[in-house]
């Protein structure tokens, strides 16, 4: 007997669908999904999907396009989950901002398998380590910790587990037991292979970042209790949130 309102904005979801299906086209991908969350609250704010379906005609199209991919399909994220293992070498006393670590001659050898930069960046730090987005740097860090704090950091984030949206479908990803890790798994996992995540997991992720460290459950209901969690040391996304920074700078 009462009001549902969601927290989806009308305005960003269509700014979002557009830019989605340009890019989607512009690439030649077979899907892509974004999310917008609300940093502060935990709102999802648009969740959008391509291929889609118009829900007012009677030709709804291909299953395909009626999955909520953002929420029920998993991907390798990448290069993205690099800012994750920083925060983990940082909050194990093993690195920070300015440590130098030497990644030359960008490559290296871990169990017979050749980890590569896109080419040599010689003397990084840590921070050039997020810059220039390193696997070499990131992989000599993921290295010189101990497997279980790694998987923390990533099971904290919520890796491994549905978000608690309540979304039909939604699925936890996969997050395998660090004492199942073998030592390329623990060099692959540092820059986003050999787990799998939904985009809002990703993306609730990266916002507890933003948050100082606040891990909040995302809702598609406005007003809703989304419970949250502190997951990092203020101080520590901080740093983080300035070394990001260096990314988009000339």
Same mark, same amino acid.
């Given at each position: 007997?009462?009001?549902?309102?969601? !927290?989806?904005?009308?305005? +960003?979801?269509?700014?979002?669908?557009?830019?989605?299906?340009? !890019?989607?086209?512009?690439?030649?991908?077979?899907?892509?999904?974004?999310?917008? +969350?609300?940093?502060?609250?935990?709102?999802?704010?648009?969740?959008?999907?391509?291929? &889609?379906?118009?829900?007012?005609?009677?030709?709804?199209?291909?299953?395909?396009?009626?999955?909520?991919?953002?929420?029920?399909?998993?991907?390798?994220?990448?290069?993205?989950?690099?800012?994750?293992?920083?925060?983990?070498?940082?909050?194990?006393?093993?690195?920070?901002?300015?440590?130098?670590?030497?990644?030359?001659?960008? !490559?290296?050898?871990?169990?017979?398998?050749?980890?590569?930069?896109?080419?040599?960046?010689? =003397?990084?730090?840590?921070?050039?380590?997020?810059?220039?987005?390193?696997?070499?740097?990131?992989?000599?860090?993921?290295?010189?910790?101990?497997?279980?704090?790694?998987?923390?950091?990533? &099971?904290?984030?919520?890796?491994?587990?549905?978000?608690?949206?309540?979304?039909?479908?939604?699925?936890?990803?996969?997050?395998?037991?660090? =004492?199942?890790?073998?030592?390329?798994?623990?060099?692959?996992?540092?820059?986003?292979?050999?787990?799998?995540?939904?985009?809002?997991? +990703?993306?609730?992720?990266?916002?507890?970042?933003?948050?100082?460290?606040?891990?909040?459950?995302?809702?598609?209901?406005?007003?809703?209790?989304?419970?949250?969690?502190?997951?990092?040391?203020?101080?520590?996304?901080?740093?983080?949130? =300035?070394?990001? =920074?260096?990314?988009?700078?000339?």
């Amino acid at each position: 007997g009462q009001d549902l309102r969601l !927290t989806l904005d009308r305005r +960003l979801q269509y700014l979002a669908y557009r830019e989605l299906t340009r !890019t989607v086209a512009e690439h030649q991908a077979r899907s892509g999904s974004v999310v917008v +969350l609300d940093v502060t609250t935990g709102d999802i704010l648009a969740m959008v999907n391509v291929p &889609s379906f118009n829900p007012n005609s009677r030709d709804l199209g291909s299953p395909e396009g009626r999955r909520n991919r953002a929420l029920t399909d998993v991907l390798e994220p990448g290069s993205v989950v690099k800012p994750f293992v920083v925060a983990a070498a940082m909050e194990a006393g093993l690195a920070y901002p300015d440590l130098v670590i030497d990644t030359t001659p960008g !490559t290296m050898q871990v169990s017979g398998h050749t980890i590569r930069d896109v080419r040599d960046y010689g =003397e990084l730090t840590v921070t050039g380590i997020l810059t220039k987005s390193s696997n070499v740097g990131v992989v000599q860090l993921a290295l010189g910790m101990d497997p279980r704090h790694l998987w923390s950091m990533y &099971s904290r984030l919520g890796f491994g587990a549905v978000t608690g949206t309540g979304f039909p479908g939604e699925s936890a990803g996969v997050l395998r037991d660090y =004492e199942r890790w073998r030592k390329l798994e623990q060099a692959t996992l540092s820059y986003g292979y050999g787990l799998s995540v939904t985009p809002l997991q +990703l993306v609730r992720a990266t916002a507890a970042i933003a948050d100082d460290g606040r891990l909040r459950q995302p809702s598609f209901v406005l007003g809703s209790d989304n419970p949250v969690q502190t997951v990092m040391d203020p101080s520590l996304s901080s740093q983080l949130r =300035e070394m990001l =920074e260096t990314v988009t700078l000339p």
